[in-house]
T-cell receptor, first 113, second 113 residues
């Protein structure tokens, strides 16, 4: 089955700096790569996703890049703010009718004011 | 807005007890999922259901069963709770009309003593 590795497990940045979280996947058939943000006391929520026919996607301060050849994808957050502090999960999926996501182990991001 | 609710935020049960975790979604989604979340392990899929009375094993089904008698409700059952089932349990739902996003409930933190 699919194996998704995520690094780093914790990340601290100064407010205003950029943060980068990286993930690798093993199954070349995976074609959908979402990123979820989990705030304290809440369930994960989708913040951005990318499909395998696209190399990069941006939404305001967040962007995701995908390298299919190397089987890795990354989340980039620019101009970080304290409210960006949360746990971030990457995931990978093949379209199999039930959208079964394989999650990474999570990155706890702390933005220091 | 999609809403996924879980019956309890916190539960404390004794070893050997039968435990029911309930999840309800209000968006008529076909697919529902149960994950457990543990530090350093991310989210792991226990079971999912793609229709009423249908269920499929995920990555870690041992010690768990599920029930889906109505489309909006998906129950996770621990037949005989054990201490290694102490964890955060997350329910999610997904519908074809919603694109690829899974919507998560707030989670139930279960402690088995």
């Amino acid at each position: 089955g699919e194996n998704v590795e995520q690094h780093p497990s914790t990340l601290s940045v100064q407010e205003g700096d950029s943060a980068v979280i990286k993930c690798t996947y093993s199954d070349s058939a995976s074609n959908y790569f979402p990123w979820y943000k989990q705030e304290l006391g809440k369930g994960p929520q989708l913040i951005i996703d990318i499909r395998s026919n696209v190399g990069e996607k941006k939404d305001q301060r967040i962007a995701v890049t995908l390298n299919k050849t190397a089987k890795h994808f990354s989340l980039h957050i620019t101009e970080t703010q304290p409210e960006d502090s949360a746990v971030y999960f990457c995931a990978a999926s093949t379209w199999a009718g039930a959208n079964n996501l394989f999650f990474g182990t999570g990155t706890r991001l702390t933005v220091i004011p | 807005d999609v809403k996924v609710t879980q019956s309890s935020r916190y539960l404390v049960k004794r070893t050997g007890e039968k435990v029911f975790l309930e999840c309800v979604q209000d968006m008529d989604h076909e697919n529902m999922f149960w994950y457990r979340q543990d530090p350093g392990l991310g989210l792991r899929l226990i079971y999912f259901s793609y229709d009423v009375k249908m269920k499929e094993k995920g990555d870690i089904p041992e010690g768990y069963s599920v029930s889906r008698e109505k489309k909006e409700r998906f129950s996770l059952i621990l037949e005989s709770a054990s201490t290694n089932q102490t964890s955060m349990y997350l329910c999610a739902s997904w519908g074809l009309a919603e694109g690829m996003e899974q919507y998560f409930g707030p989670g139930t933190r279960l402690t088995v003593t």
